[in-house]
C-alpha cells in the first residue's frame, strides 16, 4: 500500500536529470570535437568529470600510445606533449553543474547518437521517493495516521486553528492520549 510519495523530492530529481542530461550531452559534443575516439559509455563521462587527461589518453588510439610514448608516462604530461586545444572542454567542465550530471548518469544511457534517460532506470529510481506500508501493522498505522490527520483537517476546519498541545494530553504513564480538560470548555467558544 502506497502511503507517501516525496513528491518535491520526486520533481527535484527530474529536473536534475533534465538539466544533468543536457550537460551531459553538451560535454559529450565538445569532447567529441577532439580527434579522439568518441564517448559512448556512461563510464567515460564519469572519467571525464573526474580525470580528463586520463579519458584523453583512453581514447587515444592505442598505436598512438605505443608509438609516441614507449614508456609509462603521467596522463597530464602526454596530454600536453599532444599538444590538444581542451580549452573549451575544460571551461565547459569549470562551469557544469555536476550534481546535475551524476544524478543523470545513474539513469543515462547511449542510444547511438547522444546519452538518454534509460526509461526502466528512471521508473526504478523514481520508486525510491515512494514510501510502502507492507506488513498488516504499517497498513494499520498508516491508517490510522490519516484518520488522525482526517480528524486535525476537521479541526481547522470547525475552529480556525489545530494545535494539539491545546487539544489533547498525552499520558506517558498509560500511553494514551486524552483530551485536554479545557477543551471542553474552549470549545462552546467556536
Known amino acids: 500500500m502506497l502511503i507517501h510519495e516525496n ?83 575544460k571551461n565547459e567542465l569549470s562551469v557544469v553543474n555536476r550534481r546535475d550530471v551524476f544524478a543523470f548518469l545513474q539513469v543515462a544511457k547511449f542510444n547511438g547518437k547522444s546519452f538518454v534517460v534509460d526509461e526502466t532506470k528512471m521508473n526504478e529510481r523514481l520508486e525510491q521517493f515512494k514510501v510502502y506500508a507492507t506488513t498488516e501493522k504499517e497498513i494499520q498505522a498508516a491508517k490510522a495516521l490519516f484518520e488522525l490527520k482526517q480528524a486535525a483537517s476537521n479541526m481547522i476546519e470547525l475552529t480556525g486553528s489545530f494545535r494539539p498541545d491545546y487539544w489533547l494530553k498525552y499520558n506517558q504513564y498509560y500511553k494514551t492520549v486524552e483530551i485536554n480538560p479545557s477543551a471542553w470548555q474552549n470549545i462552546s467558544k467556536f
Open 7 to 89: 513528491v518535491g523530492d520526486r520533481n527535484a530529481f527530474i529536473q536534475s536529470v533534465d538539466m544533468g542530461m543536457k550537460s551531459a550531452n553538451s560535454l559529450v559534443q565538445t569532447f567529441n570535437a577532439l580527434p579522439l575516439a568518441h564517448l559512448q559509455y556512461v563510464d567515460d563521462i564519469v572519467l571525464m568529470l573526474s580525470n580528463l587527461d586520463e579519458l584523453i589518453l583512453a581514447k587515444l588510439p592505442q598505436e598512438t600510445v605505443s608509438k609516441l610514448f614507449g614508456v609509462p608516462i603521467k596522463p597530464k604530461k602526454a596530454v600536453e606533449l599532444l599538444e590538444l586545444d581542451t580549452d573549451a572542454l
